[in-house]
């Protein structure tokens, strides 16, 4: 049955390409082309645009220096419970510490500096995420 449709479907086909005549174009049908070519719109480049633009880096980097600044002259530094139960005595003996023997960083600050580790780690997860999106083909 269904090369009974398709026979018939080709011999109508055939029967209406014998009976259609040939069309040619118009005697301006490349000028014609040509202008409407001319006339589209050129395509645009992906232009890069930051997440975060110039001002928000900067007012980024004056609150890290600021909060850098008060952290470290600004607090009295302890030293942690859980901290003192730990054996560092490997690493004291050590030449290059006691040159560094004066400073001292208080708990604030190493809950900072590890939370911007941290804190980047994750923006790169993030940014890798949303550049495969973007340029995905």
């Known amino acids: 049955m269904k090369a009974n449709e398709d ?26 082309v040509m202008s409407q070519v001319n006339a589209l719109k050129e395509s645009k480049a992906i232009v890069y645009k930051p997440l975060i633009s110039k001002t928000s880096w900067l007012f980024i980097l004056i609150a890290v220096v600021t909060l850098t600044t008060y952290l470290v002259f600004g607090i009295e530094s302890k030293t942690p419970e859980w901290l003192s139960t730990l054996d560092f005595s490997i690493i004291s003996n050590n030449k290059m510490v006691d040159a560094f023997s004066g400073l001292s960083f208080s708990n604030t600050l190493v809950y900072a500096v590890a939370f911007f580790g941290l ?19």
């Not at 980047?120 to 993030?126: E, N």
């Open 7 to 32: 026979k018939n479907l080709d011999l109508f086909t055939k029967k209406i390409m014998k009976q259609a005549s040939i069309e040619s174009p118009s005697f301006d049908f490349t000028d014609v």
């Open 119 to 137: 804190m980047f780690f994750v923006q790169i997860t993030f940014l890798k995420q949303n550049f495969d999106k973007h340029f995905e083909v």
